[in-house]
């Protein structure tokens, strides 16, 4: 029988809600213990219950306390979230093409001089990335991606930008993100996608989910001015590689 896994916390959050935390920092392995605990209540769910809300390193627990109390919940949910992550068998697989630099992206220059690089090599490493959703969230639609190069790894701004563009392709920290809504960001902006993340009256709303597979593909600006068009009327263009 496989070993069960560390006891994660759980913390109190208001009177209908509980955190169940794997790690303190922004880590792979217990990004997918929270989603695996996700797909559990998903899949095996609690009287009680009402919503679940997976971030980098915990999960969110709505429930009614006229069903279910903290301690049984707690107790509930620390049992499930001991049982090993099982692997996940399908996976699907974006890619979402950006046009990078310029007046689409604004900090290319800034972050390549940073790096001591030029544009290209920029746009070169985070084109052969390799990512995966492990959030959403801020806003609707904005996807925090891991699986960031080392090399690109920067601190944020020291200033805050109060307004950035719709579908801005960013990096932070140890992170690269799909920016859905025009808002403010303290990321370093290498371009834009004419990609919906979220879109209101489309089906699916949400185009992302957490635990997808994501890479980016280069386009230039005439490109983009199509997409962008295509994406206003309700069109993915995005290219879904694998289901």
């Known amino acids: 029988m496989a070993a069960t896994l560390s006891s994660p916390r759980i913390l109190p959050s208001g009177d209908s809600a509980v955190t169940v935390e794997f790690s303190r920092k922004i880590d792979d392995a217990a990004n997918q213990r929270v989603l695996a605990l996700d797909r559990t209540l998903a899949r095996e769910p609690v009287s009680g219950v009402t919503e679940t809300v997976p971030t980098y390193r915990s999960l969110l627990v709505h429930y009614d306390p006229e069903q279910i109390d903290f301690d049984a919940l707690s107790?509930?949910?620390?049992?499930?979230?001991?049982?090993?992550?099982?692997?996940?068998?399908?996976?699907?697989?974006?890619?979402?093409?950006?046009?990078?630099?310029?007046?689409?992206?604004?900090?290319?220059?800034?972050?390549?001089?940073?790096?001591?690089?030029?544009?290209?090599?920029?746009?070169?490493?985070?084109v052969a990335g390799d990512y995966r959703v492990a959030m959403i969230g801020f806003t609707p639609g904005w996807s925090y991606?891991?699986?960031?190069?080392?090399?690109?790894?920067?601190?944020?701004?020291?200033?805050?930008?109060?307004?950035?563009?719709?579908?801005?392709?960013?990096?932070?920290?140890?992170?690269?993100?799909?920016?859905?809504?025009?808002?403010?960001?303290?990321?370093?902006?290498?371009?834009?996608?004419?990609?919906?993340?979220?879109?209101?009256?489309?089906d699916p709303i949400f185009l992302l989910e957490p635990g997808d597979a994501v890479t980016f593909s280069a386009v230039d600006a005439k490109i983009f001015a199509e997409q962008d068009r295509a994406a206003e009327a309700g069109e993915i263009v995005a290219d879904l590689i694998a289901p």
């Open 75 to 126: 107790e509930k949910l620390v049992s499930l979230a001991q049982r090993p992550v099982p692997p996940v068998t399908k996976t699907r697989r974006w890619r979402i093409p950006v046009v990078y630099g310029g007046e689409h992206g604004i900090d290319l220059e800034d972050v390549a001089k940073t790096l001591n690089t030029t544009p290209d090599d920029i746009v070169a490493r985070h």
């Open 145 to 202: 991606l891991s699986g960031l190069e080392k090399s690109l790894h920067m601190p944020r701004r020291q200033s805050p930008r109060l307004l950035t563009p719709a579908g801005t392709i960013s990096i932070g920290g140890v992170q690269t993100g799909v920016q859905c809504l025009a808002g403010p960001s303290g990321w370093h902006l290498l371009g834009r996608t004419a990609v919906r993340t979220y879109q209101l009256h489309r």
